[in-house]
């Protein structure tokens, strides 16, 4: 038995995730990409609010703004690279891309 990580060696991570599993990859996919642009949407919306209406202009909402960014910039790097990962039967990840 190895009782080191013998995965950090190579120059990838490998990726285990719940698309190579499923039962309905194509289903899973769908709802995923559908969450995907509701989230988009939603954060986006959020964002134009706060900036646009004075009222908004609390530190609260400045808060609200940043985590919305935040989940914004989040779900716009980790969503696609998951989809297209899995549409090119890809399950492995760069030191460099894990760690941007």
Do not use: H
């Given at each position: ?65 940043q985590l919305s960014l935040v989940d914004l ?28």
């Amino acid at each position: 038995m190895e009782l080191w990580n013998s995965s950090t060696w190579g120059s990838s991570f490998i990726l285990v995730g719940i698309l190579n599993d499923s039962g309905a990859p194509d289903l899973l996919c769908a709802m995923i990409t559908f969450l995907y642009m509701l989230a988009l949407a939603s954060n986006g919306l959020l964002l134009l609010v706060i900036t646009t209406d004075v009222r908004l202009q609390v530190p609260m909402y400045f808060l609200l703004g940043q985590l919305s960014l935040v989940d914004l910039l989040f779900t716009s790097v980790v969503t696609p690279k998951t989809l297209l990962d899995y549409l090119r039967r890809e399950n492995s990840i760069s030191f460099g891309g894990c760690a941007l």
